[in-house]
């Protein structure tokens, strides 16, 4: 479908047909089976409509980082505004009469949308960190009160971001469990790498008569960006007597599949501001209801504690909740393009694996996995004459990208692996496609690298900070 996307400077996605179906090579409407608010569909989007959406994003930036901070709509961004002038026109008018049915209508459609058995098992907070911290909080309780034997198991892999890492460090080592990390291989080739080192993994954590008391599984781990087999990894966990699994998908709600019967997993949290087009920052926790959740608590403790999860998210203070009271319009918003959510997802992964190809072929490199481990993310090598040597030189050359070349774009360091010589490519960019993104982003990311490449640049040669 390289030919697609190769339009006029102004398009966003290749053409109306591919904005509001399958592909633009076979014109397929994807129906979707999630939530809408109408009986009637809305009228789809126009390719006009989205840079009238997305307007306020800074022209000069190629911005293919969608992953980090995510995208709101103007429209979103409006229902927020009234929101926020609602509560200030009359505060106490909207604290007793409109937050909390507001957030129950929030929390109803996420439960829709992640196929879970009942609203109360969907609570809204701010973030996915928050979310982790919840349910880390409960495994160092079991810890304190004798639950759990000092050097029990906590698994996460590797590549578990680094927040969530820091949290178990501050909640599950400090509290006397003991951590595993799951390595990972990158490049990864399969799904069967993964699968075996976290077999490994549990493994070790029930030598010397442990027991694993939790598995904290990536969705789609960041940096580096793989799709990791989560069903498969919850089954294996339920085989192997792992107490409980939280599942950390903050890249998950509109970038993979996510449905909780399927999935199976005791916690599930993700982020609705990275790719479910809320503005920052509002996620969602799911605790199953067959999963003991009487010590599950906010961190933030308030009037509402001791009533339930989803009742003490609700209220911690006063604050602007405006973000978590806006899944109605962005359900609006995302049912204007033909296939919902499940529409955009599946053409964002088919465009950023295209534009990824395009970028490998230019610098003679390879993708970070294959194309069915991607989801709206890829990694992509770059030219090992950048020499591109640590953490640091990663990040200077993100800063160089930036500042020159109007490319936002994050970068990751790959050591070497022992025996690996000259040539190697230590240096990958991790590239989103959102629906705002169009193909000239990613060609001027190319020329960028390019330019450096033939002026001789070296990652060596970037001043020190």
Same mark, same amino acid.
């Given at each position: ?10 398009? +966003?996605c ?6 509001? *179906? ?13 939530? #809408? ?9 126009? @390719? ?29 961004? &409006? ?12 505060p $106490? ?52 009160? *004798?639950?759990?034997c ?5 698994? %996460? ?19 006397g ?12 080739? !399969?799904?069967?790498e ?5 077999r490994q ?7 010397? *008569? ?13 940096? @580096? ?12 966990? #339920? ?17 993979v599949e ?7 997993a ?7 501001h ?6 920052? !920052? ?11 959740? &009487? ?11 001791g009533n339930?999860?989803?009742?003490? &998210?609700?209220? +911690?203070?006063? #604050? ?39 970028l490998v ?17 890829? %990694?992509? *090598? ?19 990208? #930036? ?6 774009? @994050? ?13 190697v ?5 991790? +590239? ?8 000239? $982003? ?9 330019q ?10 970037? @001043?020190?900070?």
């Amino acid at each position: 479908m390289a030919s697609s996307l190769h339009s006029n400077n102004t398009q +966003i996605c290749p053409n109306p047909t591919a904005l509001n *179906g399958g592909s633009a090579a076979d014109g397929k409407s994807q129906i979707s089976k999630k939530p #809408r608010l109408y009986a009637d569909p809305p009228p789809l989007f126009t @390719p006009s409509d989205i840079i009238s959406e997305f307007s306020h994003h800074d022209p000069a930036v190629a911005r293919i980082n969608n992953g980090s901070f995510g995208c709101c709509p103007s429209s979103v961004l &409006s229902a927020q505004n009234q929101l926020q002038l609602q509560w200030l026109r009359q505060p $106490d008018n909207f604290y007793f009469n409109q937050l909390q049915p507001k957030i129950i209508q929030s929390r109803t459609i996420i439960k829709d949308i992640i196929n879970a058995d009942h609203v109360d098992e969907v609570s809204i907070v701010d973030n996915a960190t928050t979310a982790a911290a919840i349910v880390l909080q409960q495994i160092a309780w079991g810890f304190a009160e *004798g639950k759990f034997c000092r050097g029990d198991a906590a698994v %996460m892999l590797h590549y578990a971001y680094g927040s969530v890492k820091k949290s178990v460090e501050a909640y599950v080592t400090r509290a006397g469990g003991y951590v595993i990390e799951v390595p990972l291989p990158f490049p990864v080739s !399969s799904l069967d790498e993964i699968v075996k080192e976290f077999r490994q993994a549990l493994r070790r954590g029930k030598q010397n *008569g442990r027991k694993v008391r939790l598995a904290v599984i990536d969705h789609v781990t960041s940096m @580096p960006t793989v799709v990791i087999p989560v069903k498969e990894l919850v089954t294996i966990c #339920r085989e192997e007597g792992v107490d409980q699994v939280f599942v950390d998908a903050a890249h998950g709600i509109g970038c993979v599949e996510v449905d909780m019967k399927q999935i199976g997993a005791d916690f599930y949290t993700s982020n609705l501001h990275k790719w479910f087009f809320c503005p920052p !920052s509002v996620a969602f926790l799911y605790c199953k209801k067959s999963t003991n959740n &009487s010590d599950l608590h906010h961190p933030v403790v308030s009037h509402e504690y001791g009533n339930g999860l989803a009742i003490e &998210s609700a209220w +911690i203070g006063t #604050r602007d909740y405006s973000s978590y009271l806006v899944v109605p319009k962005v359900l609006e918003f995302i049912n204007r393009f033909e296939g919902g959510i499940e529409g955009i997802k599946k053409r964002n992964h088919e465009y950023v694996v295209e534009m990824g190809q395009m970028l490998v072929k230019a610098w003679g490199t390879r993708l970070g996995c294959p194309p069915e481990m991607c989801s709206s993310m890829v %990694m992509v *090598g770059l030219p090992a004459c950048l020499g591109i040597s640590s953490d640091h030189d990663a990040l200077e050359l993100r800063t160089c990208l #930036r500042d020159k070349f109007g490319v936002e774009v @994050p970068i990751y360091y790959r050591p070497p692996k022992d025996g690996e010589e000259g040539g190697v490519v230590t240096g990958y960019a991790r +590239i989103s496609y959102q629906v705002y993104n169009k193909v000239e $982003d990613y060609y001027k990311f190319r020329d960028a690298i390019n330019q450096l490449v033939d002026n001789a640049f070296t990652s060596a040669s970037l @001043p020190i900070s």
